[in-house]
């Protein structure tokens, strides 16, 4: 998982208490929160709350994949 998000991904963690604004921006309501953004920092997606490894490997080889600009989540799940 961290080799694949090393190598695909450039991951942060952001401290909710204290970069407030940035909250604020980004209307986060409620943590855990995982938001997956482009280079350009728009929004692909987000997902809240817990997810699993084998969830979270399945979002992210559908975002790495580019099958975000093609299909649902559930049709590429259902693909694989």
Request: aromatic share 12%.
């Amino acid at each position: 998982m961290i080799e694949y998000l090393n190598t695909h991904f450039v991951s942060i963690s952001v401290n909710a208490d204290i970069k407030k604004p940035l909250v604020e921006k980004w209307k986060i309501r409620g943590l855990p929160l995982i938001w997956f953004l482009e280079s350009d920092s728009s929004k692909i997606s987000n997902v809240a709350g817990y997810v699993d490894k084998k969830r979270l490997l399945s979002m992210l080889t559908y975002i790495h994949t580019n099958a975000d600009e093609k299909l649902s989540f559930r049709q590429f799940l259902e693909e694989q």
